[in-house]
């Protein structure tokens, strides 16, 4: 037995919020779809997603994982190191560090309802998507 799943990613207050949802194959239309809907607490908004696939066999008594796609970057920024260090903004200083320190060429920079920062991974990939802002009711 397998089921495949999508998890996104929204930013959280020390940790990333995370909310898994069953899906019928690793389709990235589908899941971006999808994101549109995904509201954590404080009203955050996915920033990112990665496919899964848990199986089970006849014996198991709980499901493993078995597959996982690469990263999904929600639209964002592509910086690199060199734009970071040149921009030298004060408010960036720990962001400077821990790029030289952790070896990350390039970040992503995303803004769809938070702002994180993430490093971009080398099989990482940022899709051209904005999130759909809610109307307001009166």
């Known amino acids: 037995m397998k089921k495949h ?8 207050t020390f940790v990333s919020e995370e909310s898994s949802k069953p899906i019928e194959s690793w389709d990235v239309n589908k899941a971006m779809e999808m994101a549109h809907d995904v509201v954590e607490r404080y009203g955050a908004t996915p920033y990112g ?5 848990r199986g089970r066999g006849d014996a198991d008594m709980d499901s493993n994982r078995i ?3 690469q990263f999904y970057h929600l639209g964002g920024k592509v910086e690199t190191l060199a ?6 903004d004060p408010k960036e200083e720990t962001l400077r560090w821990n790029m030289r320190t952790n070896g990350y060429d ?3 920079v995303n803004d769809n ?12 990939v940022v899709l051209d998507w904005k999130p759909r802002r809610k109307k ?3």
């Not at 799943?5 to 959280?12: C, H, R």
């Open 5 to 12: 799943f999508v998890t996104f990613y929204s930013p959280g």
């Open 49 to 53: 997603f990665r496919f899964t696939t």
């Open 67 to 69: 597959g996982e796609s």
């Open 83 to 88: 734009q970071v260090e040149a921009r030298n």
């Open 106 to 108: 390039k970040i992503v």
């Open 113 to 124: 309802s938070y702002r994180s920062v993430h490093p971009l991974g080398k099989d990482d």
């Open 136 to 138: 307001k009711t009166a």
